[in-house]
């Protein structure tokens, strides 16, 4: 695949630069890989910053 943002391509620039352009990942399995149950939603939307 290819990825792409504002007609840049980030396809093989690694992780580091994608974060940088502000793309982030969901994983399929939000309640189990992507979020702490027992937070509140605010401290769950900070956790990148951690």
Same mark, same amino acid.
């Given at each position: $695949?290819?990825?792409?943002?504002a007609?840049?391509? &980030?396809?093989h620039?690694?992780v580091? @630069?994608?974060?940088q352009a $502000? ?6 399995d939000? &309640?189990?890989?992507?979020s702490?149950? @027992? ?12």
């Open positions: $695949g290819q990825m792409m943002l007609g840049v391509d &980030l396809t620039r690694g580091a @630069a994608a974060a $502000g793309i982030g990942y969901v994983s399929d939000r &309640l189990g890989e992507a702490v149950p @027992a937070l509140s939603v605010a401290e769950n939307a900070v956790l990148k910053v951690f």
